[in-house]
């Protein structure tokens, strides 16, 4: 009998099976000591059969002590229930599966090398780790992106917004609804006025039901700001300001009145970013975005972003300012070459302009009154080509060389226009315009039988209209000339009607009654209509009827008005028409 038959237990032909096995086994007696092992367990674990044969496992394999498989092995002796484990044993760097069941004759324990199992496990759980991290960093660089792009689209959507109107505050409100949610929980904007009054105009909260409180707040926070508050920072040094947190005694040192802190209190701050407005190295602005608690410090990226569009925003608000200061210069302008129309003795003067709503306020159209030296009232209304700067300009010296030449020449209106056309081409002014000049006459023997002559005459303008006090409406027609400032050598003629007392005279330019695809008769009807239904108005509420039912809120061209009412030559001037000679009536809307 050779060594390995020497060490096997009894039993014939079981233990040649567990001889023959190819499954490593060992059986453990009371002591811990090795009774059995075959020769596939002894060469699993790097010994021979010798080797193990009576000695302490513990003591062979010291680095078990401790670790799962003696935990295994002692459960299953003091249980006596099986049991199995899986476990790296670091001195044969394998990984083993140990199955232990309790026997007669010992602890019998059979184990597996599955290293290559668990490498193979391992690979996979890594491939799959791997995988799940790639797919973790495209969904986090597709939310990147996702979010870069809603970022890019909201600095394209606050320049589009604030540079497609010039009312300032209504150019930063549409900042606020803006730059909330993405940017911020919600957003004060504050402006700057020229003359140094700071006004917190802009303001949103994601959440309606704050709404409300955050306007009580914004509405103290111009007052009860103290120094160390975003926008006071901001205005005196003009820089980015971030808060990550906003502690009570931070809120305390920027917030001092009690109204004001418990109006800020619902709103819960607790961080905070002011970044300032400045367009060509003033302030005139600036906005502060606030988080609650729940969102927290604002990120990087909301931080940058906020900056490039503070540098959009004062831009934006920079060029409405100008544009609005543009606006103020033109009406003025505008204002100061529309006289108020002089009001004769028994003659009630009204007056309209309205300039095109699209573009600056200020245009062609004009109107004049005034008396001749002999005290006739001399009408005028015209036309120049152009809604802008140039055409003003252009309007101020016709307006004047007809003024001048009406004036001084006494001439009947068809000479005055000619006399004007051919000064504007002597003096090689550049513009073309439509007038027409009409003169009430009355000389002493008119007077005494309470009479009225309307004279009138037209260089390519529409013809003029007259209500009666029965509510006929007549259109004045006599020959049309040709514009002024091409000096036509041709005639021109004037008209000549009775001026009825209880009429009304109405002179318009083309910008009351031309539409675009409305036929140019249908237009004058709708202005026949309306005078003939206005019979019993007074004078300026005429002109003011006449505007809204056809101009309504939006005007395409510019419209002048002037109409004059004759009242009965021999009573009393009424009270409604004003002073004798004073502009009292003049109304102007621009």
């Known amino acids: 009998m050779n060594g390995d038959d020497a060490a096997s237990p009894p039993g014939g032909l079981l233990v040649q099976a567990v001889e023959g096995m190819e499954r490593p086994l060992f059986v453990l007696d009371e002591d811990w000591r090795f009774a059995y092992i075959n020769p596939a367990g002894a060469r699993v674990l790097d010994r021979t059969v010798e080797q193990l044969m009576g000695n302490d496992v513990w003591a062979e394999f010291p680095e078990a002590v401790g670790g799962p498989f003696e935990q295994l092995y002692r459960s299953v002796r003091a249980t006596g229930t099986s049991g199995h484990t899986e476990a790296f044993f670091d001195p044969l760097d394998r990984w083993f599966r140990a199955d232990a069941f309790l026997t007669d004759a010992g602890l019998v324990v059979t184990y597996d090398d599955i290293t290559a199992r668990r490498r193979a496990e391992d690979e996979r759980a890594a491939a799959v780790a791997a995988r799940e991290a790639a797919a973790a960093e495209a969904a986090r660089a597709a939310a990147e992106a996702e979010l870069a792009g809603r970022h890019l689209m909201l600095l394209g959507d606050i320049n589009l917004a604030m540079t497609s109107t010039l009312d300032t505050d209504e150019a930063v ?163 100061s070459l529309l006289s108020p129309p002089v009001q004769p003795d028994h003659l009630e003067l009204a007056v309209r302009y309205r300039p095109a709503t699209q573009g600056v306020s200020i245009g062609g159209d004009w109107y004049d009154a005034f008396l001749q030296p002999d005290g006739d009232t001399v009408l005028v209304i015209g036309d120049v080509m152009g809604h802008d700067i140039e055409a003003a300009a252009a309007m101020g010296q016709v307006k004047t060389l007809v003024r001048g030449i009406a004036f001084d020449r006494l001439e009947e209106p068809a000479g005055v226009l000619r006399r004007v056309d051919h000064a504007l081409v002597g003096l090689a002014v ?54 002024l ?60 009827r006449l505007l809204a039912e056809l101009l309504g809120e939006g005007v395409e061209d510019d419209v002048a008005v002037l109409a004059v009412r004759a009242h009965p030559v021999h009573a009393d001037r009424p009270p409604e028409a004003g002073p004798e000679r004073l502009p009292e009536v003049f109304v102007q809307t621009v």
């Open 430 to 483: 550049p513009t073309l315009a439509t007038a027409l000049v009409a003169r009430i006459e009355q000389d002493e023997a008119a007077r005494e039988a309470g009479l009225r002559r309307l004279r009138w005459a037209s260089a390519g303008h529409p013809e003029p209209m007259l209500l009666l006090a029965d509510g006929s409406v007549r259109d004045l027609a006599a020959p049309i000339g040709p514009p």
């Open 485 to 544: 400032g091409i000096g036509w050598l041709g005639p021109r003629v004037d008209g000549l009607v009775d001026m009825p007392p209880d009429s009304t005279l109405l002179l318009f330019t083309d910008g009351l009654f031309e539409r675009r695809g409305v036929p140019l008769d249908e237009g004058r009807a709708q202005v026949r209509a309306i005078l003939a239904a206005s019979v019993g108005l007074r004078l300026d509420a005429l002109c003011d």
């Open 173 to 335: 409100q549409r900042f606020a609804d803006l730059a909330v949610p993405l940017l911020a929980d919600w957003c004060i904007v504050t402006v700057i006025d020229p003359d140094g009054t700071r006004r917190d105009v802009g303001r949103a909260h994601r959440d309606p039901a704050l709404v409300p409180a955050m306007h009580r707040y914004a509405d103290l926070r111009v007052a009860t700001n103290n120094a160390p508050a975003p926008v006071p920072r901001m205005l005196r040094d003009p820089r980015p300001v971030v808060f990550p947190e906003l502690t009570e005694d931070i809120v305390a040192s920027m917030v001092a009145d009690g109204e004001a802190r418990e109006a800020l209190a619902p709103l819960r701050p607790a961080a905070a970013a002011g970044f300032p407005l400045i367009a060509r190295g003033e302030v005139i602005g600036g906005f502060t975005l606030i988080n609650g608690p729940e969102r927290g410090p604002h990120t990087e990226v909301e931080l940058r972003t906020a900056e490039i569009a503070s540098r959009r925003a004062a831009l934006a608000l920079d060029n409405a300012r100008l544009a609005a200061a543009n606006q103020q210069v033109a009406e003025r302008l505008q204002l």
